[in-house]
């Protein structure tokens, strides 16, 4: 089945960076757009970052845009989520997801079939 499986999160100070990871099994990565999302207790989860199949387009929320880099490694069936310049308000739960196989990358949750099961980032001021 298929298995996505994040690593990476930790407590980190303002002004600080973070390489996410996720790790995918079950399925064929290079078919799949992928994307990062990330959940307050009590929020909606919400879109960060999409990757498509390739590499060759990448998407980002308004919010995180000059500080998120999403990449992927299709030799590898890793996806990454680079984050700098780390801010309070990025403390979150981060996941990764699948997306539809063969399709464009989308930014609605509802797009995304297969979930991790979260890394906690967590930010101090």
């Known amino acids: 089945q298929v298995q996505l499986v994040e690593s990476g999160g930790g407590l980190v100070q303002a002004g600080g960076s973070l390489r996410l990871s996720c790790a995918a099994s079950?399925?064929?990565?290079?078919?799949?757009?992928m994307g990062w999302f990330r959940q307050v207790p009590g929020q909606e989860r919400e879109f960060v970052a999409g990757i498509s199949r390739l590499g060759g387009s990448t998407y980002y929320d308004d919010s995180v845009k000059g500080r998120f880099t999403i990449s992927r490694d299709n030799a590898k069936n890793t996806l990454y989520l680079q984050i700098d310049n780390l801010k309070p308000e990025d403390t979150a739960v981060y996941y990764c997801?699948?997306?539809?196989?063969?399709?464009?990358?989308?930014?609605?949750?509802?797009?995304?079939?297969?979930w991790g099961q979260g890394t906690q980032v967590t930010v101090s001021s």
């Open positions: 997801a699948a997306g539809r196989p063969f399709h464009s990358v989308s930014k609605d949750r509802s797009d995304f079939g297969a």
């Open positions: 079950g399925l064929p990565f290079s078919t799949y757009p």
